[in-house]
């Protein structure tokens, strides 16, 4: 073999070990992702635990100063029989000082706590935090919330609760089966989820808030004594079986910014018996009113409403491009009606004043 091939060739060798080596050792100094900003897989994160009281929590590192109180699928923060349970702005572990700013997913699910105290450090909580709390009838969410995320507080006992200025989304099933009777969006809400208020059986009235754009299916389903709603401007349309088995709901009104109504919308409504449906509505689905105890309905010729109301229902047709009659509506008759009221009352004080003279 020619001696410089040779010689060639071993170079080419040493020189791809080399890089080889090279790209082997820098694996040494990549940082592990363990405790950066939460990053990788939670189980994997350092985690310790210190007093609050007399309640003992675990949190997890998640960056060179922050913590999260910890929880997940298997494991919680507090022994599950804690009641009262106050979470502190900042905790010292190895002799620093940490931030608490976020509550992991899980972290009292189905605990006994009754009431939790958040620091206004905590910037999130995950889903299913405080899920299955069946005591939990006492919290309040800092203003440093802007999500309530999915199932956070999942057939919890809350009866009252209080959305801070500044949350944007309420989440699928988020406050499923709680206790409360009235509840208030603040206008920063602009999406509630799917089934998000699902069988609050005590809750009576919603104020909602006047940014919402979007409802998922079911939001208020089998909400049994919800009376009434008045739906903000800008929804665009009623999602499916969003008031289905609300049986004491007798009074809705829906936005002129609405076009569909969806199927089982308002099934098993039994206490509504008159609905306007605005003209802005094109498509109602066949099986929106199922079961419910409508008596007349206000409909635009313009909507699409066959095979929607049963035979025993009054429907009441209305064309907005048709501009109604003076003497159609009363309008007329009633300012006739008032010059002769005036008149007649001019005439009457007449008569009086003369015979006083």
């Given at each position: 073999?020619?001696?410089?091939?040779k010689?060639?060739?071993?170079l080419r060798i040493l020189a791809?070990v080399?890089v080889?080596?090279m790209?082997?050792?820098?694996?040494?100094?990549?940082?592990?992702w363990?405790g950066?900003?939460g990053?990788?897989?939670?189980?994997?994160?350092?985690?310790?635990?210190?007093f609050?009281?007399?309640?003992?929590?675990t949190?997890?590192?998640?960056g060179?100063d922050?913590?999260a109180?910890?929880?997940?699928e298997?494991?919680?923060?507090?022994?599950?029989s804690?009641?009262y349970?106050?979470?502190?702005?900042?905790?010292?572990?190895?002799?620093?000082v940490y931030?608490v700013t976020?509550?992991?997913?899980?972290?009292?699910?189905s605990?006994?706590v009754?009431e939790?105290?958040?620091p206004?450090?905590?910037?999130?909580i995950?889903?299913d935090?405080f899920?299955?709390?069946?005591?939990?009838?006492?919290?309040?969410?800092?203003?440093?919330?802007?999500r309530?995320?999915?199932?956070?507080?999942?057939?919890?006992s809350?009866?009252?609760f209080?959305?801070?200025?500044?949350?944007?989304?309420i989440?699928?099933y988020?406050?499923?089966g709680?206790?409360?009777?009235?509840?208030?969006?603040p206008?920063?809400?602009?999406?509630?989820?799917?089934?998000?208020?699902?069988?609050c059986?005590k809750l009576?009235s919603?104020?909602?808030s006047?940014g919402?754009?979007?409802?998922?299916?079911?939001?208020?389903s089998?909400?049994?004594?919800?009376?009434?709603a008045?739906?903000p401007?800008?929804?665009?349309?009623?999602?499916?079986?969003?008031f289905?088995?609300?049986?004491?709901?007798?009074?809705?009104t829906?936005?002129?910014t609405?076009?569909?109504?969806?199927?089982?919308?308002f099934?098993?409504?039994?206490?509504?018996?008159?609905?306007f449906?605005?003209?802005?509505?094109e498509k109602i689905d066949p099986?929106a009113f199922?079961?419910?105890a409508?008596?007349?309905?206000y409909?635009?010729l313009?909507t699409d409403?066959?095979?929607?109301?049963g035979?025993?229902?009054t429907?009441?047709n209305?064309?907005?491009?048709?501009?109604?009659?003076e003497?159609?509506n009363?309008?007329?008759d009633?300012v006739?009606?008032?010059?002769?009221?005036?008149?007649?009352?001019?005439?009457v004080?007449?008569?009086?004043?003369?015979?006083?003279?």
């Amino acid at each position: 073999m020619d001696s410089g091939f040779k010689a060639r060739r071993d170079l080419r060798i040493l020189a791809t070990v080399a890089v080889l080596a090279m790209v082997l050792a820098s694996f040494a100094f990549i940082p592990a992702w363990e405790g950066v900003d939460g990053a990788g897989d939670s189980s994997s994160q350092t985690t310790f635990t210190s007093f609050s009281g007399d309640v003992e929590i675990t949190y997890r590192i998640t960056g060179s100063d922050t913590v999260a109180v910890y929880g997940d699928e298997e494991n919680r923060a507090v022994d599950s029989s804690a009641k009262y349970v106050e979470i502190p702005a900042t905790v010292t572990y190895k002799g620093k000082v940490y931030t608490v700013t976020a509550i992991d997913p899980h972290a009292f699910d189905s605990c006994k706590v009754a009431e939790v105290l958040i620091p206004d450090t905590v910037s999130a909580i995950g889903n299913d935090a405080f899920a299955y709390c069946f005591y939990l009838s006492a919290i309040e969410i800092p203003d440093s919330i802007v999500r309530i995320e999915d199932r956070t507080f999942l057939d919890c006992s809350l009866e009252s609760f209080t959305v801070p200025d500044g949350v944007v989304y309420i989440g699928e099933y988020s406050f499923m089966g709680c206790g409360f009777e009235t509840f208030t969006m603040p206008d920063s809400v602009t999406t509630v989820g799917y089934g998000a208020f699902f069988n609050c059986f005590k809750l009576k009235s919603v104020d909602f808030s006047s940014g919402l754009v979007t409802m998922g299916p079911s939001v208020f389903s089998q909400c049994k004594a919800l009376e009434s709603a008045e739906l903000p401007e800008g929804l665009t349309s009623i999602p499916d079986s969003l008031f289905s088995e609300c049986v004491s709901l007798s009074s809705v009104t829906i936005p002129s910014t609405v076009k569909t109504i969806g199927s089982f919308a308002f099934m098993q409504t039994e206490s509504l018996k008159t609905i306007f449906i605005p003209p802005t509505v094109e498509k109602i689905d066949p099986g929106a009113f199922t079961f419910s105890a409508l008596e007349t309905v206000y409909v635009s010729l313009n909507t699409d409403y066959k095979m929607v109301f049963g035979p025993d229902v009054t429907i009441i047709n209305y064309d907005v491009n048709v501009e109604p009659e003076e003497d159609s509506n009363g309008s007329s008759d009633t300012v006739v009606f008032a010059i002769l009221a005036v008149v007649f009352a001019a005439i009457v004080t007449g008569v009086v004043l003369g015979k006083e003279e």
